[in-house]
């Protein structure tokens, strides 16, 4: 059932595509990249399905003979391309702000961003506060993988029937199911309803207010 939502005591958030509709900066930049690399122009739907990904997944899939130093570039490159539009086609989804300030229990994030990216993109939307502890993807495997679920739930002395992943992707399903937590499926983000469904979520939403179990 949509938007029936129980009370978790620690609630662990995907960001873009979940908290942040970012797809336009984050595809512009990659984008940006692709062309540098010589790659045939993309459709802004067909890159939007990889975010929330890392950024090797797309480009394994563009140039799977390419060597570990031309990921490096490629990811230098786009670091610093992304980070230069300064967020500015970014915007916070609706109700996000309501229900993080509404909902009752401690809360993290679980993304594939770095930290500090993390950190300063969430301080530049004013949501930086709501948060307990602030974990991106910092060296070691990305969603589907666990690891920065695990070190967030590490982070805020959580145990897994305590928790619930909220996100918007496959992937965000897949690395709440591995930690061995509750997991929400958003479907006002960028993920295929039917992807998701595949992965058997324990809660939908379509509006982040419907975590907040009174609003519910």
Partial sequence: MIGSVPHFPVYLFDVDGTLLDSATDICAAIGQVLASAGAPPISFEVLRGY???HFEVL???LFPGHTPEQMEEWIRQYRTIYLGRGHTATRVYPGV???LAALGGRKGTATTKGTPTT???LDQFGLRSYFDHVQGTDGFPYKPAPDVLLKTMEALGAKPEECLMVGDSPADMEAG???GIK???VLYGYGKREDLARHEPDY???DPRQLVPAVA
């Fill in 97 to 99: 702000a309501e229900a």
């Fill in 59 to 61: 480009f394994a899939d």
């Fill in 177 to 179: 199911h591995a930690a």
């Fill in 51 to 53: 975010v929330g990904f």
């Fill in 183 to 185: 997991t929400c499926a």
């Fill in 119 to 121: 950190v300063r993109v």
């Fill in 204 to 206: 939908w939403i379509d």
